[in-house]
């Protein structure tokens, strides 16, 4: 059973690395989305004026940017502890555990980065009286540079990876669960 716990620590190391890589990409595109300049009808401005003015999004649009920005960081957060759990000395069962339970969480966060990502791009947008949809003003060719529509894109495939990183961490750490305790039934 020694090889495969190696097997497991090496998965954790891996996933741990990928979620710490994907989440300060991430973080950087924020960065680098809230510094671009878009064209709102003739009027330039920064996209961080856009989204933080109560005058064009409305605040739940600002407070699900926000929600969008600390997920991001939970994910970072993540694989900081997939690395931790990967150098602990535990017993074989506990790191099964918790690898079931980390790959839950990440489930569960996953969907609500979805969810967060998915009512951004429906926010209302107020511009000139005209109301118009968050995603209206991303994809809009007129309104922002091409890179905007990938940085959008990419929080949407990172998201789709997280949620298949849950469902192989849940599975791992559950196969792992029911050896263990095959292994202790035999004995």
């Avoid at 957060?77 to 535990?90: A, D, E, H, N, T």
């Avoid at 005209?130 to 949407?156: C, D, E, G, M, R």
């Amino acid at each position: 059973m020694v090889y495969k716990e190696k097997y497991y620590k090496k998965a954790l190391i891996v996933f741990g690395l990928l979620f710490i890589f994907l989440s300060s990409i991430e973080l950087f595109n924020i960065f680098l989305l809230l510094a671009t300049q878009i064209n709102l009808y003739g009027k330039k401005m920064l996209f961080q004026e856009f989204i933080f003015n109560s005058t064009y999004v409305s605040l739940s649009g600002t407070l699900i940017f926000i929600f969008l920005i600390s997920s991001i960081c939970f994910f970072f957060i993540i694989g900081l502890l997939l690395l931790k759990l990967s150098s602990r000395k535990i017993d074989n069962k506990s790191r099964a555990k918790s690898m079931l339970m980390f790959g839950i969480l990440i489930l569960i966060f996953s969907f609500m980065k979805l969810g967060y990502i998915t009512l951004l791009g429906r926010t209302e947008i107020t511009i000139g009286g005209k109301l118009k949809t968050f995603q209206h003003i991303i994809f809009s060719a007129n309104l922002a540079p091409f890179y905007v529509v990938v940085i959008w894109l990419f929080f949407t495939g990172v998201v789709c990876y997280y949620l298949m990183v849950g469902l192989v961490f849940g599975a791992l750490g559950l196969h792992w669960i029911l050896e263990l305790e095959k292994e202790e039934a035999v004995d």
